[in-house]
């Protein structure tokens, strides 16, 4: 069984920084995809970040220069660290892990940008 267990959400002003984590456990094959994603209060749920088992990213355009994707292969743990935060970053920010034939998705950690 997979579990993805995010952390480092909270409030922070315009401006400032915040680093999300996930971390995955159980049956984590080596090729797989892990990524971001964020749902704003009644918006759908939309890709940040992706980063696939060998390091290739995809950014949305919206978040392009101000946040980072990274991964620890040997941690099965995935970071994105967030700058430059504006209140249009406020959402849930959800982890996902794509495996070959399968979705696993976190609890969500709300982040909640203020003006």
């Known amino acids: 069984q997979v579990q993805l267990v995010e952390s480092g959400g909270g409030l922070v002003q315009a401006g400032g920084s915040l680093r999300l984590s996930c971390a995955a456990s159980?049956?984590?094959?080596?090729?797989?995809?892990m990524g971001w994603y964020r749902q704003a209060p009644g918006k759908q749920r939309e890709l940040v970040v992706s980063?696939?088992?060998?390091?290739?990213?995809t950014y949305v355009d919206s978040v392009k220069g101000r946040f980072t994707i990274s991964r620890d292969t040997g941690k099965n743990t995935v970071y994105l660290q967030m700058n430059s935060l504006k209140p249009e970053d406020t959402a849930v920010y959800y982890c996902?892990?794509?495996?070959?034939?399968?979705?696993?998705w976190g609890k969500g950690t709300l982040v909640t940008v203020s003006s």
């Open positions: 159980g049956s984590i094959f080596r090729t797989n995809v």
């Open positions: 996902n892990l794509q495996l070959i034939g399968a979705d696993y």
């Open positions: 980063i696939t088992s060998g390091g290739r990213t």
